[in-house]
């Protein structure tokens, strides 16, 4: 029995803003970086539908709650793994509509062992309360995040959670305390930025331009980090989404 390589990639999609104009980019990133897990943020019915077309070596939770096709969902190669359960469990984020923590349990068929793969697009920096109190909503969220997480995982069970975290800085530092390290800290390396990709989001001079690291993968000690970057991917002058996605890659050993 060896080790197991895994291409994690996680991407808020940005629902379907400007799609005509960034559907191919997406569809050739997705077929480029190839990934052996995904998970999405800002997901739609209609990119839902579309990466179902993209992806057709991946499964993805089938569930009837709403969320999984209007917010989140997680792919897998289905040669690699197979799932074993899932579950959305309400973490309170404030924003409106139907974020949650959602998760999945995935057995590796390669290995005795299954792993636990969590996704989360937490408060948006600009929530009115946020803006009016100065005081962020998103450390609550992300320690309930992680309370579910440690009840969640088996013993010697690698955990990767990822996804929008709308924060720089503490909801990592929240999370590295708990034992889930960020790819870019595991390997010394500095996170580039993440948000905003403006050839996509269109943003014009005289505007407020942002420019941060707030799309995250941790993994917790039973995954060995082994490559991450954030790739800049364009097609024809399009760039896939107004973020830039994270990949990083993990060997789990036998």
Known sequence: MTNVRINIITYNIWNTERWAQRENALRAFMQLFDPDLLCVQELRRKSRQFLDTVLTGHERVQDKFAGWMLESNIYWRESM??????????????????????????????????????????????????????????????????????????????????????????????????GYTSCFAALGIQPPVTFKCYPTAAVTPGKLAISECIDWIVANKEARPLAASVPQFFLDDASPSDHWPVQAFYELRA
């Not at 636990?116 to 697009?121: L, N």
């Open 81 to 178: 793994f197979s799932e074993v359960e899932h579950g959305a469990e309400d973490v309170q984020i404030r924003e409106a509509g139907h974020r949650r923590l959602f998760w999945v349990r995935l057995q590796v068929k390669a290995l005795d062992r299954s792993i636990v793969v969590g996704t989360a697009h937490l408060t948006h920096q600009r929530h009115p309360e946020e803006s009016r109190t100065g005081q962020s909503p998103r450390i609550g969220e992300i320690e309930r995040i992680i309370a579910v997480l440690q009840r969640l995982t088996r013993r010697r069970e690698p955990v990767f959670f990822m996804g929008d975290m709308n924060d720089p800085v503490h909801v990592t530092e929240h999370l590295h305390k708990a």
